[in-house]
């Protein structure tokens, strides 16, 4: 009761902070910070701002639909009905980067009905937290909007001040998979979500999108001035999106937070899409894992049948005693499935998922792992052939369940728009890898694999919405440029990239960036540009509860020393906070074992040396840590040997130290801080 006096009390202060002539309705977040304004002008257009703490953060923007061959939905509106409602509660992921998290918003809903012609209306639905907004379209059933075919989104994002922004180029052939710019707003061009902008009064942002469900993903594209417009990846017909009314789109997310750091610590994308509905999913269990990968990248084996075959049986053998014998609870196989031969990147159709090539024994490679407590980590490569795998992805995950395999890593290798989809009329359509086919797609793998209690990893994916809340077998994907570029990347992955994933493509969720690379030398003119430290710190800076060890067994087997903290690493937390960072130059990221009373700290830099200061004030009051540190030497630096320049030493901590963490260029740290006994 109290707390709703408070609540109500704040929200009053709020409305009211925020001076403007006549908004038509508005919502303010639980703390009162955001607030959120629907205006309509003289035209009968629609559109929202938002400010906090009584500063503008979004200029009016408009709403809106584009239609095919209909007229589009923007003009003569008027808001004919609304009302809000608050909602709080906390929820339990079943693995993570937080246990435990509190969903709590206000929220705004309004109808917009047209005055002339079809008299169509929609609604618009806005949750205000107070780590930012999001808010959808609802069609609901009418005559005129039952079949609706929808050209583009006319909705925009007006950034009210000056500011840099963090983007990767949409719509363009390497899918996901680009550098980051980091431009004023202004010199934003076409955007893949999430961007992540630092606005010159300090307040970040990014927008993104939560709960991307039969649907065509949004990208963003600069018109004018600060202004961002929805652009949809464009569908396999005349229309981006195909739906049946009633229906809703996914919600345009903007983050906000003062730091940063507070972007990262935000939950708004998980909280914005729907509850577990697969239920217990405790078979799936959050670890590491090695894999025949890495010499595929380097060149120096084949995924194709021939002398140089790398998912051989005796090498799959000896990746499953390494992994037994230090800890990794997954091998990943690659290359072991009839398919390969030829240009493997335009084989779709030769793609057998259920065929082992003959020097693989998949039925003595999986018995002899789940004899020594580990499992094979399954492999499906589809060459973005979504048609063709949906013709046997099920006899591929029965096939995998028998054997006792739980985590299966698809791909979808080829150039974007070059997928193949099932369309209605029976044809085999091309598609971009995140228009609504692909959507589609994406999810009847997920609830197929579900039904196998088989989790998913999907690479060259559909982006990250937020939907493991909602299928918590989808437990990771690639979706950005990941290390494999530091293979054979020319340019590899510069000593920025990580700093800039961290604010960008990782807000949306997961990432199997697969880490751990000693053998710095590469087919890459760069090689992998970082040093080893910061290898190690990745462990923790890039969340994914599945965590490979990517290098080759005998760089791991020669470096005992800074192996031993990725054999105890955890993957699976408790509690994450950031101690510092800025967008694309360094972060200090702090995680609490779900299984211990162990934290890990990890710290990366770009290419530039800093000195970042650690506050231990997360660890327990009154208990002494032991903190295995492992850090970068007096001559480390990304480029040359001076990659390989670490430091692994122990001190004694406790939560009223601060550390002072010496980052080289392109360097970072990793700590493991372990409860001492008390005496
Ligand atoms: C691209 C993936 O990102 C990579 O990890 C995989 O090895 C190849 N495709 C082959 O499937
Ligand atoms: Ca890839």
Redesign the pocket.
């Known amino acids: 009761m109290i707390r709703r006096i408070v609540l109500a009390l704040v929200c009053a202060f709020a409305l009211h902070s925020v001076a403007n002539a006549q908004p038509l309705a508005r919502i303010a977040s639980p703390d009162g910070a955001n607030v959120v304004e629907i205006e309509i002008n003289g035209e009968g257009r629609a559109s929202y701002r938002v400010a906090r703490n009584g500063h503008a953060v979004i200029a009016p923007s408009r709403l809106g639909f584009l239609l095919v061959d209909a007229p589009k939905i923007e003009r003569n509106l008027r808001l004919t009905a609304q009302s809000t409602r608050r909602f709080d509660e906390t929820w339990e992921q079943p693995w993570g980067e937080q246990r435990r998290i509190r969903n709590r918003y206000n929220e705004l809903r309004f109808t917009l009905t047209e005055q002339t012609g079809q008299l169509r209306s929609i609604d618009v639905v806005f949750r205000v937290y107070d780590d930012g907004i999001g808010f959808r379209y609802e069609f609901p059933d009418q005559p005129p909007l039952r079949d609706v075919r929808i050209l583009n989104e006319l909705t925009e994002f007006n950034f009210a001040q000056a500011g840099e922004a963090l983007w990767t180029p949409a719509l363009r052939s390497n899918r996901e998979e680009y550098l980051y710019y980091r431009t004023p707003i202004e010199e934003i061009g076409v955007t893949q979500t999430p961007v992540t902008l630092r606005l010159d009064s300090g307040l970040h942002l990014s927008i993104h999108e939560a709960a991307l469900v039969d649907y065509s993903g949004m990208n963003l594209m600069r018109i004018e001035g600060r202004g961002l417009n929805a652009i949809l990846t464009p569908g396999i017909g005349d229309a981006a999106v195909v739906r049946r009314a009633p229906f809703h789109t996914p919600w345009r997310t903007i983050q906000i937070s003062e730091s940063a750091g507070g972007l990262v610590e935000s939950r708004l994308i998980l909280n914005l899409n729907e509850p577990n509905v697969l239920g217990d999913v405790s078979w799936f269990e959050p670890g590491k894992y090695i894999g025949i ?1 890495w010499q ?2 380097l060149g120096t084996a084949s ?1 194709a049948s021939g002398a140089r075959h790398g998912a051989t049986t005796e090498t799959a053998l000896r990746y499953v005693d390494f992994a037994a014998r230090n800890g990794f609870n997954g091998v990943l196989i ?2 072991w499935n009839i398919g390969w031969d030829g240009d ?1 990147f335009g084989n779709g159709e030769e793609f057998n998922f259920t065929q082992p090539y003959p020097d693989f024994d998949l039925e003595r490679v999986t018995a002899y792992a789940r004899e020594r407590g580990v499992r094979v980590i399954g ?1 499906h ?1 589809t060459s973005a052939n979504a048609a063709h795998y949906e013709n046997q992805m099920e006899a591929g995950f029965a096939l995998y369940q028998r054997l006792g395999v739980r985590v299966v ?1 698809t ?1 979808y ?1 080829s150039d974007a728009a070059g997928a193949r989809v099932n369309a209605e009329d029976g044809h085999v359509r091309f598609a971009w890898h995140e228009g609504q086919e692909m959507a589609r797609h994406h999810q009847r793998v997920v609830e197929t694999a579900a039904r196998y209690q088989i989790a998913i990893n999907p ?2 994916p559909i982006k990250d919405t937020g939907l493991r809340r909602t299928y918590p077998n989808w437990v990771s994907r ?1 979706g950005a440029r ?1 290390m ?1 570029y530091n293979a054979w990347g020319n340019p590899s992955n510069p000593p920025e990239h990580e700093a800039n994933l961290v604010f960008t493509r990782l807000l949306a969720g997961p990432m ?1 960036f ?1 880490p751990g690379v000693f053998g710095m030398e590469t087919q890459s003119p760069e090689g992998v540009a970082t040093t080893w430290a910061k290898q190690l710190a990745l462990y923790v800076v890039i969340y994914s509860p599945i965590q490979m060890a990517a290098d080759l067994l005998e760089n791991y087997e020669a470096n005992p020393g800074p192996f031993q903290f990725i054999r105890d690493v955890p993957t699976d937390w408790e509690e994450t906070r950031v101690l510092n960072g800025e967008l694309g130059d360094y972060v200090t990221i702090v995680r609490r074992d779900r299984n211990s009373r162990d934290w890990y700290l990890g710290a990366i830099t770009d290419e530039q040396r800093r000195t970042l200061s650690a506050p231990l004030s997360f660890l327990q009051r009154g208990v002494r840590y032991r903190a295995q540190i492992y850090r970068d030497g007096p001559n480390a630096d990304y480029r040359g040997a001076a990659r390989s320049d670490i430091v692994i030493e122990e001190r004694t901590v406790t939560s009223a130290d601060t550390l002072t963490l010496e980052l080289a260029p392109g360097g970072g740290q990793a700590i493991r801080f372990t409860p001492l006994r008390r005496r």
């Open positions: 990968w595929m990248h995924w690659e290359g493997w492999h490569e890593k791909g290798v690479h060259e690639e990941g494999e199997d697969t």
